[in-house]
Every structure is written in structure tokens, then in C-alpha cells.
């Protein structure tokens, strides 16, 4: 919610819903709805993949559950399981020729005809042609993941809750090394983003245990994620 000046009245409508209004009592007044606090709507959701490149690994010796290759296991899976069931996956990249290609597994899962986009700026909704490819497919909750958290990822998400989209990132598909991760995580929940979990976004897609059986029996590739289990 951002506000530039001038008086201000809030009100929960409707409370049941748990949506934060902020009604403007001067003309100066930039008015944006807060986060809703419902499960993530499949038919709404955009899977924003951003920048899952080798070249953000930074260096780092850390292995599970926490390294790089650990996040882009997990985003690859996710990224399987929203082509299986019909979200449209968004991916960019960040100077392939000093970062390296986004990671081909990821590709490979995503749905066909799925490339990854240039990405020339750190905040994604910066560059007009990304920011189009978003807005062409009409959905309006976008569920980020990526590299780095603290930088890229980080103003992706902001720019994006800055433009009416409701916001989510995925805690354990998403990079920083050391203390960079959680530094990036703790700006976007200062700034009213949704911190979600594979497991959880896979749960708020799916909803029931009949549909859960259904999934896993017509994707037993996907029936065991990397590092938890379903």
C-alpha cells in the first residue's frame, strides 16, 4: 500500500476475505489494495521464473537444502507441475554470456514453446516487453522464483505489487548466497509480499485429496519432489 500525502481512512471490506482497502480522502493520494489473505487461485497464477542462471551462484560451498542447484531443483519441479495442470511459466534471463543459460531442465519442464526473455534491468517490469508478456496473460497473481533474492527477485516483486499485482515468492526455489537470501526475503515481507513454499504452492493449486491422486498418478515424474515429499 503506498501513499503519497493527505488524510487517509482504512477499512476491512469485506472482512471475510481478510482485503485491506485503503480509501483516498485527497485528490494526491495513490490508492493500492493490499495482499488478499485466500489460497492461491490456479486459475489466477502466473509462475514467474527469473534469472535460475549457474552464474548466480556466487561462489558459495553451500550444499542442501539451501545451495543454488537445490533452489533451481525445486523451481524446476514447480515449474513441472504448473505445465501439467495449465499455469503459464514465465522465464528471464540475465546476460546469458557472463551468467550462463537458464538451467535446461527448467526449460524442459516448462509449457511448450516457453523461452526464456532477455533481461536487462534487476526489476523485471522495468523492460517493456516483459512487463507485456505478463500482461498478456491476464492473470494477475504472480508467484516468483529465482536468482538473486536480494536483488533481482526482490525488485521484480515490488515492481510488480507497485503495478496492483498480488505478489508471492517462493522461499526454498529462490537464491542468494549467505545472508543475502533471507536479507532479500525480510525486504519483500517488509513490503507486503507473500512468502510461500514449493510444497505450499503445489498444496494451494491442487486443493483436494482426490485431485492430489489424480495428479500424482498421471505425473509420477513429478510424484517425488527434490527435497520433501509430497
Same mark, same amino acid.
Given at each position: 500500500?503506498?501513499?503519497?500525502?493527505?488524510?487517509?481512512?482504512?477499512?476491512?471490506?469485506?472482512?471475510?476475505?481478510?482485503?485491506?482497502? #485503503?480509501?483516498?480522502?485527497?485528490?494526491?493520494?495513490?490508492?493500492?489494495?493490499?495482499?488478499?489473505?485466500?489460497?492461491?487461485?490456479?486459475?489466477?497464477?502466473?509462475?514467474?521464473?527469473?534469472?535460475?542462471?549457474?552464474?548466480?551462484?556466487?561462489? #558459495?560451498?553451500?550444499?542442501?537444502?539451501?545451495?543454488?542447484?537445490?533452489?533451481? @531443483?525445486?523451481?524446476?519441479?514447480?515449474?513441472? /507441475?504448473?505445465?501439467?495442470?495449465? !499455469?503459464?511459466?514465465? /522465464?528471464?534471463?540475465?546476460?546469458? @554470456?557472463?551468467?550462463?543459460?537458464?538451467?535446461? /531442465?527448467?526449460?524442459?519442464?516448462?509449457?511448450?514453446?516457453?523461452?526464456?526473455?532477455?533481461?536487462? /534491468?534487476?526489476?523485471? !517490469?522495468?523492460?517493456?516487453?516483459?512487463?507485456?508478456?505478463?500482461?498478456?496473460?491476464? $492473470?494477475?497473481?504472480?508467484?516468483?522464483?529465482?536468482?538473486?533474492?536480494?536483488?533481482?527477485?526482490?525488485?521484480?516483486?515490488?515492481?510488480?505489487?507497485?503495478?496492483?499485482?498480488?505478489? %508471492?515468492?517462493? #522461499?526454498? @526455489?529462490?537464491?542468494?548466497?549467505?545472508?543475502?537470501?533471507?536479507?532479500?526475503?525480510? $525486504?519483500?515481507?517488509? %513490503?507486503?509480499?507473500?512468502?510461500?513454499?514449493?510444497?505450499? !504452492?503445489?498444496?494451494?493449486?491442487?486443493?483436494?485429496?482426490?485431485?492430489?491422486?489424480?495428479?500424482?498418478?498421471?505425473?509420477?515424474?513429478?510424484?517425488?519432489?527434490?527435497?520433501?515429499?509430497?
Amino acid at each position: 500500500m503506498l501513499w503519497s500525502g493527505g488524510p487517509l481512512e482504512t477499512t476491512l471490506d469485506p472482512p471475510d476475505e481478510g482485503i485491506l482497502r #485503503t480509501i483516498a480522502m485527497a485528490p494526491d493520494t495513490m490508492v493500492i489494495m493490499a495482499q488478499p489473505a485466500g489460497l492461491i487461485e490456479r486459475s489466477d497464477s502466473l509462475l514467474v521464473v527469473v534469472d535460475l542462471q549457474p552464474g548466480f551462484f556466487g561462489g #558459495t560451498t553451500e550444499d542442501e537444502p539451501t545451495g543454488l542447484p537445490a533452489a533451481a @531443483a525445486r523451481a524446476a519441479w514447480l515449474v513441472g /507441475v504448473a505445465a501439467a495442470i495449465g !499455469v503459464p511459466v514465465l /522465464v528471464t534471463e540475465e546476460d546469458s @554470456a557472463r551468467n550462463g543459460p537458464t538451467y535446461p /531442465v527448467l526449460l524442459e519442464r516448462a509449457p511448450a514453446g516457453t523461452r526464456a526473455i532477455g533481461k536487462r /534491468v534487476f526489476g523485471l !517490469v522495468d523492460q517493456p516487453d516483459i512487463l507485456a508478456a505478463i500482461d498478456a496473460t491476464g $492473470r494477475r497473481t504472480t508467484i516468483l522464483m529465482g536468482a538473486e533474492t536480494d536483488v533481482c527477485v526482490a525488485q521484480s516483486a515490488l515492481g510488480l505489487l507497485a503495478r496492483g499485482f498480488h505478489v %508471492a515468492v517462493v #522461499t526454498d @526455489a529462490t537464491f542468494s548466497p549467505g545472508e543475502m537470501h533471507e536479507l532479500g526475503l525480510r $525486504r519483500m515481507r517488509g %513490503a507486503g509480499v507473500v512468502e510461500l513454499h514449493a510444497k505450499g !504452492v503445489y498444496y494451494e493449486w491442487i486443493r483436494t485429496l482426490s485431485e492430489a491422486r489424480r495428479f500424482q498418478a498421471a505425473h509420477p515424474d513429478l510424484a517425488s519432489p527434490p527435497g520433501f515429499v509430497l
